[in-house]
């Protein structure tokens, strides 16, 4: 199976929202998405009950 997604489409998606994330993949055993944070600012999720993997793409982060 082949999983393709395109970034620039969720971050259209963040900005046309007025949001900060958006989910591509919601399954039972997986979900993930794209968060986007500028300088400074905190993820106010609350913690989830499965791991969560973080990818930045620009800038740095922990």
Do not use: R, W
């Amino acid at each position: 199976m082949k999983l393709e997604y395109h970034l620039d489409t969720y971050l259209e998606k963040i900005k046309n929202n007025n949001s900060y994330f958006q989910t591509f993949i919601n399954k039972d055993s997986l979900a993930a998405g794209i968060l986007v944070l500028k300088p400074g600012e905190e993820d106010t999720q609350i913690p989830h009950d499965s791991d969560e993997v973080y990818y930045v793409i620009s800038g740095n982060g922990f």
